[in-house]
């Protein structure tokens, strides 16, 4: 039997074995040898850099092609509506009042049929601009960042737009996707192995050191398959051993953002599958606090596990994000009060992305873990800032909900963000009776207090 080689397919071989060689080599020397030491070499900076002064030129752009074709996306800045500062409940049924009427207030009977504007108006507000709902959604830019989800308009403006905007896709989908998705297993599967291997030595200084290291360099690596650029500011204030880090939570992604500057102890429920496999190899060489899910409703079996992690002085900090689920990066909502009633020493940290390169925001009841994960990896960056907030501890007299509500006022004030006193689960949940009784309340003390004022005059 004859075999016959074609010279053509050698040769289509050896450049793609090249081509391998070359594209690892690269990764190796520009990516993943900087991310095993912590150094950059000021790459992702210039690169978001020159993408602030495209997009700058493309909301010119937009803008000025816009303006000239009369085109609907064009919208004056003399059309802004200006919102209206907040008044109390009592302050806006009085101004009702008065609006409707020339008798005092104090004259008035205990209801007026005029109330009833005060909360139709504030129904409809409620149904225009829900305060609640928009948290999660994507959160709208000022200027277009050349992605087509954040708008499937602008790129038809123009025609140089639109060959800027193809050459965009063509760069993140062509390059920039591969690229990323290489570095994203990279990562992972160096930290399941080295991990694994590091479990395998007994406990002490060195498995700590070797942990410690190993947790580092890895997430670092998934950072970078991010093409994330952050800035930590006062990193004297980072969490320490025995203490608890608590943060806003936006995406997934947090939890890759911090680690990759200092170790944490993760909580959470066991999963199966790959992320199953990740916690496995994890919890080995570092003691991270994992719940079935049977345990995850027992707050007291909660507050135990956690209890007993930060009395080890030894162990790193835990890591946690008291909201229970993603914000589109606007706002603060309700911290639960689990990880404040332990007594630990609390380290706020504030989380801010910038969303002009990519929405960082996970929508988990639209999009998937996978479909996320690529939409975060096809994104021009992840570029954000981390503050590291001094440490907090729980006043005397103060109650667990108190502490809470400070540690967010803190963590919403150093980010920017909207201080929301609503519950998170609102995502997927209705709102609970104790806000409607809430607002009945202050409705009902108002009528009482009218009545009581006019009898002891």
Not at 75 to 81: F, H, L, Q, R, V
Not at 448 to 453: A, P
Request: proline share 4%.
């Amino acid at each position: 039997m004859e075999l016959f080689f074609n010279p053509f397919d050698n040769l289509v071989c050896i450049l793609l074995g090249i081509s391998f060689t070359v594209w690892f080599t690269l990764l190796l020397v520009f990516i993943i040898v900087p991310a095993i030491f912590g150094v950059s070499f000021g790459i992702r900076r210039l690169y978001m850099k020159t993408l602030l002064k495209i997009f700058e030129w493309a909301t010119l752009r937009i803008e000025r092609g816009a303006k000239e074709k009369n085109h609907p996306l064009y919208k004056p800045y003399s059309n802004a509506i200006i919102a209206k500062e907040p008044t109390s409940l009592e302050e806006e049924i009085k101004e009702i009042r008065r609006s409707g009427s020339n008798r005092d207030l104090d004259s008035a009977p205990e209801f007026e049929m005029s109330d009833i504007f005060y909360f139709a108006r504030r129904g409809v507000e409620s149904i225009m601009d829900d305060e609640v709902t928009k948290r999660f959604s994507a959160e709208e830019l000022e200027s277009w960042n050349l992605l087509t989800r954040s708008n499937n308009n602008f790129h038809y403006i123009s025609l140089r737009l639109t060959v800027l905007w193809g050459l965009g896709l063509l760069i993140r989908y062509g390059f920039l996707l591969p690229l990323r998705v290489t570095l994203a297993f990279t990562g992972v599967g160096l930290l399941v192995v080295l991990t694994s291997v590091v479990g395998l030595l007994p406990n002490g200084r060195i498995k700590n050191f070797l942990s410690e290291k190993v947790h580092l360099m890895c997430y670092r690596i998934c950072v970078r398959a991010l093409t994330a650029i952050i800035t930590y500011h006062d990193s004297e204030n980072k969490p320490k051993n025995g203490g608890i880090c608590v943060a806003n939570h936006t995406s997934p992604i947090d939890v890759i953002i911090l680690a990759s500057d200092g170790c944490y102890a993760m909580v959470g429920q066991i999963h199966g599958g790959l992320i199953g496999v990740i916690q496995r190899s994890m919890v080995k060489a570092c003691p991270h606090v994992w719940f079935e899910r049977s345990e995850v409703k027992d707050r007291h079996l909660v507050a135990k596990r956690l209890s007993d992690h930060i009395e080890d002085k030894t162990k790193l900090p835990i890591l946690i994000f008291p909201e229970g689920t993603c914000i589109n990066n606007t706002s603060v909502m309700m911290f639960k009060k689990g990880s404040f009633e332990i007594g630990a020493t609390v380290y706020p940290v504030a989380i801010k992305y910038d969303p002009r390169f990519g929405d960082a925001f996970w929508n988990s009841s639209k999009f998937g873990m996978v479909n996320y994960l690529l939409r975060m990896m096809s994104s021009w960056a992840i570029v954000c800032s981390v503050w590291y907030l001094p440490p907090m501890s729980r006043e005397e007299g103060e109650d667990a909900v108190q502490f809470a509500n400070r540690v967010k006022a803190a963590i919403a004030r150093q980010g920017g963000l909207v201080d929301l006193l609503w519950d998170g689960g609102l995502k997927r949940g209705k709102v609970k009776d104790t806000f409607k009784e809430e607002q009945q309340k202050l409705y009902s003390k108002m009528l009482v207090g009218t009545q009581e004022d006019r009898s002891r005059s």
